[in-house]
């Protein structure tokens, strides 16, 4: 399979993470309230710096199971968050994402249109039968954005993550394939 990455939406640049991405990248991983429900966070620059190299490093494989992109609006030159894609389960051909944006890019519909885009490629490049996202059930914000992609929330799971030193609960979203057509 080819690289389905980078690609443009209506008003937003999904591409790889590059060097000169980790000021804006600390500006969001490092605001408490940015990564408020997140398991990480919020990071000091060396943390931000480390974790950019590893995703960095990541890039010079192809094919890889895993593909974090910069969401870029477009005209701005400067990164307002990331969403992820992974396949975690190939023979099941099911794969999970998240994103995280700046709080200055929140209210904008940029999560959603950004993880709209990933969901198609996600289907249609990848091959995925099935997508789940997951979120702190104390992030309506996010469970909004799931639900507008057309998501169904399949469960709540009662303090399945150990986050921040203390149990968070969560809720699970998916979308198969056909519904998602």
Known sequence: MERWFPFRTARLLLREIGPADIPGIQEYAGDPEVVRYMRWGPNDLATTIEVA????????????DSVQLAIEPAGEAKIAGAIHLW??????????????????????????????????????EVGLHRLCATCDTRNLA????????????????????????????????????????
């Not at 190299?53 to 192809?62: A, G, K, S």
Request: charged share 35%.
């Open 53 to 64: 190299r590893d995703w960095i490093d990541e890039q010079q494989r192809w094919p890889r």
């Open 87 to 124: 396949v975690s389960d190939a023979r099941n051909a099911t794969g999970s994402f998240g994103f995280v944006l700046n709080r200055a890019y929140w209210g904008r519909g940029y999560a959603t249109e950004a993880a709209r885009a990933v969901m198609e490629c996600a289907f249609r």
């Open 142 to 181: 996010s469970a909004h954005v799931l639900e507008k992609l057309g998501m169904r929330r399949e469960a709540e799971h009662r303090k399945d993550v150990l986050q921040k030193m203390e149990w968070r609960d969560s809720y699970v979203y998916a979308i198969l394939r056909e519904e998602w057509e």
